[in-house]
């Protein structure tokens, strides 16, 4: 192992030593993953070790840490000790790395990970309480350790009940990690983003890159929605919308679909300050959005010109008018939304997005923001063909949402 030298950011050194409980909270950027899956190769590198990747919900490997271990393993020039498998990884020591979604488990499916070593949850900040009570006695081996790994959302959590709540468990050593601390930080096209919400919105710079709990409150816009790992079936219909950047804000395109009562969220592309002449190359990270129509935020003309031009003739421009901003975000409220988790900007503005409250009585006023929803426009620009559609066949009563798809799709809208 003499050839896998590691450099360690010092905020991480204080995990360096055995724990029963390690944990590292923070925000984006800081390299949390990057030490604990590096900290996997080099213990699996060293001796038999067996460990186990968890997260709350996992439907695929896609979706797991593996593709990050196998990057590390490879930039860690480690392959001689591993054999990537489809589902797991080996190492030539007999140890083994494999990935689970805590949620599939039964008390009595769980006790397969007794004799695991180490169990690393990444994304902890949405593990059940039923799954933190299953995991910690099940890896009971003699010096077996826990990791976490999260960016906090509320002190309620139960990750931070346990491990910040003022009572953590005997020897738990938990260090809190932000972009600050991460040396490389400063090389990742993270950077831009980081700045933009500095100088925009301090709220949203504390919560998402200095990892402070997020302000729950009534003024949120949006409280239907939940983070999961979703495929969709062949033959869906894909609902696009844009939303253009203004020199240092960012340019997003998003892909939606609905189905009955949901609206699903699969993808997005999102970029601050990207330039004109980039954005056909930002909008082909979305699959397929070439050949989808996109509706995009009409004060641009010259940018839907532009995209028309240059790989996108399907994109048309929004239809703007009174009132057209808050039917969007109701139409957008009547579906239980659902957020692939690669969509992490779309997460952080359903977070965030709210509606104004008086200063002086802090009362909530119908007033939205205009702040947090970049994502949000590009969604109801996405999903403005399809509440047309549906306010012309009932322009005076308001249907059930799952009405409204049953019907749209019986006139073949596309929206």
């Not at 590292?24 to 070790?49: L, N």
């Not at 100088?199 to 939940?226: C, M």
């Amino acid at each position: 192992m003499s050839d896998l030298l590691l450099d360690t950011p010092r905020v991480f050194a204080p995990l360096l030593e055995p724990a029963r409980y390690k944990g590292a909270h923070g925000g984006r950027g800081s390299g949390k993953s990057h030490f604990f899956g590096e900290s996997v190769i080099e213990r699996s590198a060293i001796e038999k070790t067996d460990i186990v990747c968890v997260r709350e919900k996992q439907k695929s490997l896609q979706q797991s840490v593996k593709k990050l271990l196998e990057s590390k393993i490879q930039t860690m020039n480690a392959g001689y000790y591993f054999e990537v498998q489809d589902a797991l990884i080996k190492s030539i020591h007999g140890g083994q790395i494999i990935f689970e979604g805590m949620a599939n488990h039964t008390a009595e499916s769980i006790k397969s990970l007794e004799g695991y070593d180490i169990a690393w949850v990444e994304e902890a900040q949405t593990l059940s309480q039923k799954s933190l009570d299953m995991l910690r006695p099940t890896i009971r081996k003699p010096a077996s350790e826990l990791w976490f790994s999260w960016n906090p959302r509320f002190p309620t959590d139960p990750v931070d009940v346990l491990l910040r709540g003022g009572d953590a468990p005997p020897g738990a050593v938990v260090v809190e990690a932000n972009y600050c601390d991460n040396p490389w930080f400063g090389d990742t096209p993270l950077v831009e983003e980081m700045e933009y919400d500095r100088r925009r919105d301090p709220e949203k710079y504390t919560h998402i890159w200095l990892g402070d709990y997020q302000k729950s409150s009534e003024a949120r816009v949006f409280k239907n929605w939940r983070v999961e790992e979703f495929d969709r079936a062949p033959g869906t219909i894909f609902r696009l919308g844009a939303d253009w950047g203004f020199s240092v804000d960012p340019s997003v395109l998003i892909r939606c679909s609905l189905e009955g009562n949901a609206l699903y969220v699969d993808y997005e592309a999102y970029q601050v300050g990207c330039e004109i002449v980039n954005l056909p190359e930002l909008f082909m990270s979305v699959p397929d959005a070439e050949k989808w129509p996109i509706t995009a935020d009409s004060s641009r003309p010259e940018t839907i010109s532009h995209m028309q031009k240059h790989g996108f003739p399907k994109i048309v421009r929004a239809v703007k008018g009174p009132g057209s901003l808050e039917e969007g975000i109701e139409f957008l409220k009547s579906f239980d939304i659902i957020v692939h988790p690669r969509c992490v900007h779309t997460i952080d503005e359903l977070s965030l997005y709210r509606y104004k409250t008086d200063p002086m009585t802090d009362q909530v006023l119908p007033i939205l923001e205009d702040k947090d929803n970049h994502v949000i426009d590009a969604l109801r620009y996405a999903c403005e063909g399809a509440r047309r559609a549906i306010k012309r066949v009932t322009p005076t009563a308001k249907p059930r949402a799952a009405d409204r798809i049953v019907k749209a799709s019986r006139g073949g809208w596309m929206g």
